[in-house]
């Protein structure tokens, strides 16, 4: 067997949306997450669990807007 490679870094710019009060994911694995961004962010959403579309579509519209830039 070869030695395993070290994941790809992802080049394109990464927006992570993520609950506050997920109770099935673990903030750290957002946080890990973007080490392989080479150009990441995390938002947090202080009032949304695992189902953060659903629970605050409002906020996860802002940011994916805020994100996408003026442009949108």
Do not use: K, Y
Request: glycine share 12%.
């Amino acid at each position: 067997m070869g030695a395993i490679s070290p994941p790809a870094r992802i080049t394109p710019p990464v927006l992570i949306l993520w609950g506050q009060d997920d109770a099935f994911l673990d903030l750290g694995l957002a946080r890990a997450s973007l080490g392989c961004c080479a150009d990441g962010r995390l938002q947090v959403i202080e009032t949304a669990g695992h189902w953060l579309h659903l629970e605050q579509p409002q906020a996860v519209n802002a940011a994916i807007l805020g994100f996408l830039g003026p442009s949108m």
